[in-house]
């Protein structure tokens, strides 16, 4: 007269099935046996008896909560034969940087690019991250030709697409008129915050704060682009020829 597990874990979605090891037995989650009344499962069940050993029969469920059952044959539940469910919710979907861009009807472009890169990755781990995310409008206003350009010249895509990216989550109200955010490129962009808006480096902020497990996103009208490096390759760096042409740490 029992049930083993008698208590048992499963998700939404996953099935359990019965095999009874001996005598003749049923899965009861409708009617308690002793009492009378509903178990108030959040969907009842029931599974017809057989005479073991045989598989009993399964029960897939569907709706998360706390279920009880029991055999109703005889005096089988007041014998101890009663057993218990409990069905989680499955985990929301992930929701990363990547998979905001990867979803946005807007950014297709974005989304190529950061898969040609193989950022996806990236943008998908811990973070924190803030993307200022162009928009295929913003991609389309570059001259034309740019965009497949780039894409046949990866490490100087990759570092556009980190000039827009950010180690850290860096919400709106954040953001202060005339500071300087550095970006994962080692670049710096300007924020200026006026009565139209919010701007990076003079791309407005179209959508604030689209909030991400691994940081937030910044939507914007413009493509960001890097300044060039100084003569030794460092952004922001100070670097500069000599008159003869030589590269110095000016």
């Known amino acids: 007269?029992?049930?083993?597990?008698?208590?048992?874990?499963?998700?939404?979605?996953?099935?359990?099935?019965?095999?009874?090891?001996?005598?003749?037995?049923?899965?009861?989650?409708?009617?308690?046996?002793?009492t009378g009344n509903s178990f108030g499962n959040p969907s009842p069940f029931y599974i017809a008896p057989?005479?073991?050993?045989a598989p009993l029969g399964y029960h897939v469920f569907n709706v998360a909560g706390n279920y009880e059952y029991d055999c109703?044959?005889?005096?089988?539940?007041?014998?101890?034969?009663?057993?218990?469910?409990?069905?989680?919710?499955?985990?929301?979907?992930?929701?990363?940087?990547?998979?905001?861009?990867?979803?946005?009807?807007?950014?297709?472009?974005?989304?190529?690019?950061?898969?040609?890169?193989?950022?996806?990755?990236?943008?998908?781990?811990p973070g924190p991250f803030t993307l200022f995310a162009p928009?295929?409008?913003?991609?389309?206003?570059?001259?034309?030709?740019?965009?497949?350009?780039?894409?046949?010249d990866i490490p100087t895509l990759t570092n556009i697409l980190f000039h827009h990216a950010v180690g850290d989550s860096v919400m709106s109200t954040m953001l202060i008129n005339g500071s300087m955010v550095t970006t994962l490129l080692g670049t710096d962009v300007t924020?200026?915050?006026?009565?139209?808006?919010v701007y990076i480096d003079g791309a407005m902020v179209t959508v604030a704060d689209v909030v991400?497990?691994?940081?937030?996103?910044?939507?914007?009208?413009?493509?960001?682009?890097?300044?060039?490096p100084d003569c030794n390759g460092v952004y922001n760096g100070t670097s500069m020829m000599d008159s003869c042409g030589v590269c110095q740490q000016a």
């Open 50 to 53: 057989v005479t073991g050993p």
């Open 135 to 152: 928009t295929d409008a913003a991609f389309n206003a570059l001259p034309s030709g740019t965009v497949p350009a780039l894409l046949n």
């Open 72 to 125: 109703s044959i005889g005096s089988h539940a007041q014998n101890g034969m009663v057993g218990y469910i409990t069905v989680n919710s499955p985990p929301p979907p992930p929701n990363t940087v990547y998979d905001i861009v990867s979803n946005s009807l807007d950014h297709t472009t974005l989304k190529v690019a950061v898969d040609a890169c193989s950022l996806d990755g990236t943008l998908s781990g």
């Open 1 to 34: 007269y029992y049930y083993t597990p008698t208590n048992l874990t499963v998700n939404v979605g996953d099935t359990v099935t019965w095999y009874n090891d001996g005598g003749f037995h049923d899965v009861n989650g409708d009617v308690n046996s002793q």
């Open 191 to 197: 924020v200026t915050i006026d009565t139209s808006g």
């Open 212 to 228: 991400a497990d691994n940081g937030v996103v910044h939507v914007i009208d413009a493509v960001l682009l890097p300044p060039s």
